[in-house]
């Protein structure tokens, strides 16, 4: 990953992505045009590892605009970090995001009984967080 693709993701999510999806998903695109989107989602997903708790929502939020159709991601892990740095436990927009992210990645509906912390393959990357 580059410095600047880093600096990029994080001038990204200094931007209020909570308040309007759309509004961050063309400066996203027009950076994984310019770093590829490996370097990106690399950057974003460091973020997820760091110890910067303020950035973590939005690092989330960022991944879920971006959408992950067509784009190479490691589901378990991304489901880790996310479900790790988010607690999405009590019901609030953490655990719809959390949510949203993991049953996307995983194909299953949003309605289903799938349960990311039941998921031998999910729980083995968050045993590796602690």
């Given at each position: 990953?580059?410095?600047?693709?880093?600096?990029?993701?994080?001038?990204?999510?200094?931007?209020?992505?909570?308040?309007?999806?759309?509004?961050?998903?063309?400066?996203?695109?027009?950076?994984?045009?310019?770093?590829?989107?490996?370097?990106?989602?690399?950057?974003?997903?460091?973020?997820?590892?760091?110890?910067?708790?303020?950035?973590?929502?939005?690092?989330?939020?960022?991944?879920?605009?971006?959408?992950?159709?067509?784009?190479?991601?490691?589901?378990?892990?991304?489901?880790?970090?996310?479900y790790h740095r988010l607690n999405p436990?009590?019901?609030?927009?953490?655990?719809?995001?959390?949510?949203?992210?993991?049953?996307?990645?995983?194909?299953?509906?949003?309605?289903?009984?799938?349960?990311?912390?039941?998921?031998?393959?999910?729980?083995?990357?968050?045993?590796?967080?602690?």
């Amino acid at each position: 990953m580059t410095k600047d693709a880093r600096s990029a993701v994080l001038q990204l999510l200094s931007q209020d992505v909570a308040e309007d999806d759309f509004e961050i998903e063309e400066p996203a695109l027009l950076a994984i045009e310019q770093y590829g989107w490996p370097t990106i989602r690399d950057a974003i997903l460091r973020v997820l590892e760091d110890d910067e708790a303020d950035l973590w929502e939005p690092a989330a939020r960022l991944l879920w605009c971006i959408g992950f159709s067509n784009r190479a991601i490691d589901a378990n892990k991304t489901i880790a970090l996310v479900y790790h740095r988010l607690n999405p436990h009590p019901p609030c927009d953490a655990s719809n995001l959390a949510w949203s992210i993991a049953s996307s990645l995983k194909g299953v509906g949003y309605l289903d009984e799938y349960d990311p912390f039941d998921d031998p393959a999910v729980r083995a990357e968050l045993d590796r967080l602690v």
